[in-house]
């Protein structure tokens, strides 16, 4: 009897021992429908990673896939003169760039949407107004129909996913993505969110382990 109920046990603690590696480590999610998948490294080595793109920052400075291959980083979509919402994200995501202070392995990436008035001067503008650190977090202008793809194709951002869109179809998302060193997305968070902005961050830590 004595054994039996060791053996149940020690069953029981590998278990949870399994469970919590698995609450441990983020899921990858490689289709527009974001359904969460464990893979090991090697299965993930065969999915969906973020396309190459070539985009200008506020700084004037060509920012492509190589500026963040072998980092962990977020991706947003915004436009300078958004009355409310992006307002809400970009100091959102103030709250991720202070908790990553300084950090080499961490960028954020906020891809414009209206990219043929956002100029380089006016995300300048917009950089200086939310105290936003160019050297971590880039502004991204460019073609538009570039960032439209990448957004649609690359990041399945687009909240209208399922309809037939073009670059002629205005984007809009408030979802954050994380990206790890691979550029496979880990996560996928409501901008608009406290909690999800605090889980994004624990996130972010846990890519970091």
Known sequence: MGIRYLWIVLLWFAACRETKKQEDRLPYYHTASF?????SKEAADTIHRIPSFQLTDQSGK????????????????????CP???????????????????????RLLSY????????????QSYALQYGID????????????????????????DE???LPQNENDFL????????????????????????DIQNLI????????
């Open 202 to 209: 624990a996130d972010m830590r846990k890519l970091k382990m």
């Open 62 to 81: 060509l920012v492509t896939e190589a500026t963040v291959a072998g980092k962990i980083y977020v991706a947003d979509f915004f436009f300078t003169s």
């Open 172 to 195: 809009h998302t408030e979802n954050l993505l994380l990206i790890d060193k691979q550029g496979h997305i880990r996560g996928v968070y409501k901008g608009t969110s406290a909690t």
């Open 134 to 157: 160019g050297r971590y977090w880039y502004l991204l202008t460019g073609d538009r129909k570039q960032i439209y793809t990448l957004a649609r194709k690359g990041y399945f951002a």
């Open 112 to 123: 414009s949407v209206t990219p043929e008035t956002d100029s380089v001067p006016r995300l």
């Open 35 to 39: 359904h969460p998948q464990w893979l």
């Open 160 to 162: 209208d996913m399922g």
């Open 84 to 106: 409310g919402i992006c307002k809400r994200l970009t100091n959102h995501l103030k709250l991720v760039q202070d908790a990553f202070a300084g950090d080499a392995d961490v």
